[in-house]
């Protein structure tokens, strides 16, 4: 079974114009460091999994609790009674997405770590949790940091694609008119992507 997609034959022109005007591969430090200023600017993200019982996709809204690895593994705080403790036991792959709104954007993709180690859950602990666990009024789930239901999804990443701009909205406008009027593609974007061989690379210089 082919493992692509195409509708027609360009010949000699380029296919996706926007891609190749708009990809943009500077230094792998400069990369991860503007990722890791817009995840934090963005604090939420969309995790997406696959459901256990049914093997469609779902996502949740989940606030960034913490980031590890020089900022490319993401670590969340998750009430392990949940769903999406069961769709990551069953199946560990995972995508982080996050969005402003300026249309910049980033998609983290990797493996899932579910982990109840006390130590990990003291370390990130934050009194919010309180909020969405509750207490129960047993004297052990009351929400605090010893409460068993608290765990950590720690996302270690794979591959990593997003997307920035240095441009206004005005700007960013006066672009895509004159990409309408032309025919030529905007240059609206800067769309960057790190491999597994990039981010293996990251995670040796960051330890």
């Known amino acids: 079974m082919s493992g692509s997609f195409s509708n ?3 010949g000699n022109k380029q ?8 990809k943009d591969d500077p230094s792998l430090k400069q990369k991860v460091d503007d990722l890791v200023s817009f995840i934090d600017a963005c604090k939420f993200g969309m995790m997406t999994t696959r459901i256990a019982s049914s093997g469609l996709l779902v996502s949740r809204c989940m606030a960034l609790a913490a980031k590890e690895a020089g900022g490319i593994d993401l ?3 998750t009430n392990t009674e949940s769903g999406k403790t069961d769709d990551l036991e069953s199946d560990p792959k995972i ?7 300026s249309g910049e954007w980033a998609s ?7 982990t ?14 309180k909020a969405w666990l509750g207490d129960l009024g047993d004297g052990k789930h009351d929400g605090g940091p010893e409460d ?3 765990g950590m999804i720690k996302v270690k990443a794979r591959t990593i694609t997003y997307a920035t701009t240095g441009q206004t909205i005005v700007g960013r406008g006066v672009e895509v008119a004159k990409g309408i009027a ?3 593609a905007p240059n609206v974007n800067k769309l960057r992507e790190l491999s597994e061989a990039d981010i293996e690379q990251w995670r040796s210089v960051s330890k």
């Open 108 to 114: 983290i993709s990797g493996e899932a770590e579910i």
């Open 116 to 129: 109840t180690d006390r130590d990990t859950i003291r370390k990130y602990y934050s009194q919010g949790l």
């Open 15 to 22: 296919a996706d114009p926007y891609t190749a005007k708009n």
């Open 95 to 101: 995508n982080i997405a996050f969005l402003n709104s």
């Open 182 to 184: 032309t025919g030529s």
């Open 148 to 150: 068993p239901r608290i």
């Open 75 to 77: 670590m969340f705080h």
């Open 8 to 10: 027609t034959d360009t």
